[in-house]
T-cell receptor, first 114, second 113 residues
Framework: DMKVTQMPRYLIKRMGENVLLECGQD?????MYWYRQDPGLGLQLIYI???????SEGDIPKGYRVSRKKREHFSLILDSAKTNQTSVYFC?????????????FGPGTRLTVL | AQSVTQPDARVTVSEGASLQLRCKYS??????LFWYVQYPRQGLQLLLKYYSGDPVVQGVNGFEAEFSKSNSSFHLRKASVHWSDSAVYFCVLSASSNNRIFFGDGTQLVVKP
């Protein structure tokens, strides 16, 4: 159905708690991404995954880690969340970026860290 | 260095008027260029894309964009906007040489009734 899904859509956590954001895609895309979007800052790339267990840091990886054990799933983990990680997180998938096919985005997860 | 600049943070137009949203890119190689739209509380949706060939590309909902190599630009246009076009529009560059993707900061489009 050419879709990227994200769970949960909304999440409230306390500072210091662990956070798991899940992303799935049904297009067998090799490449998957995690971004965060903050007002006035556009989208910032956290991590990119080129396939299973092939992950690379993006522009702002500090405080985050990722896991990709199946091609269709890509998880973002915040160990001991901080208040400045309050944001909207988007997952995306694509064929290899160099093929210029564009990305498919999920609906986003709105995370609040109190 | 590779980058995308959208010089207008916010554009306001009246319904039925024509629209141009500006995008400038910096990249010495072959650019793949995209426009995405983001409606409130939603993810980004692809409007149109340019790889090569005809510099004017057509997208969904009557949008088109024109690539200019000499001006390093990829401006988005629409002949007659509708109130439902109100959203944030992102210009995106995909660099073929290093698999990096660069987002502009977005342009908030407000369509007045």
């Amino acid at each position: 159905d050419m879709k990227v899904t994200q769970m949960p859509r909304y999440l409230i956590k306390r500072m210091g708690e662990n956070v798991l954001l899940e992303c799935g895609q049904d297009m067998s895309h090799e490449t998957m991404y995690w971004y965060r979007q903050d007002p006035g800052l556009g989208l910032q790339l956290i991590y990119i995954s080129y396939d299973v267990d092939s992950n690379s840091e993006g522009d702002i990886p500090k405080g985050y880690r990722v896991s990709r054990k199946k091609r269709e799933h890509f998880s973002l983990i915040l160990d001991s969340a901080k208040t400045n990680q309050t944001s909207v997180y988007f997952c995306a998938s694509s064929l290899l970026p160099g093929q210029g096919r564009g990305q498919f985005f999920g609906p986003g997860t709105r995370l609040t860290v109190l | 260095a590779q980058s995308v600049t959208q010089p207008d943070a916010r554009v306001t137009v009246s319904e039925g008027a024509s629209l141009q949203l500006r995008c400038k890119y910096s990249y010495s190689g072959t650019p793949y260029l995209f426009w995405y739209v983001q409606y409130p509380r939603q993810g980004l949706q692809l409007l149109l894309k340019y790889y090569s060939g005809d510099p004017v590309v057509q997208g969904v909902n009557g949008f088109e964009a024109e690539f200019s190599k000499s001006n390093s630009s990829f401006h988005l246009r629409k002949a007659s906007v509708h109130w439902s076009d109100s959203a944030v529009y992102f210009c995106v560059l995909s660099a073929s040489s290093n698999n990096r993707i660069f987002f502009g900061d977005g342009t908030q489009l407000v369509v007045k009734p």
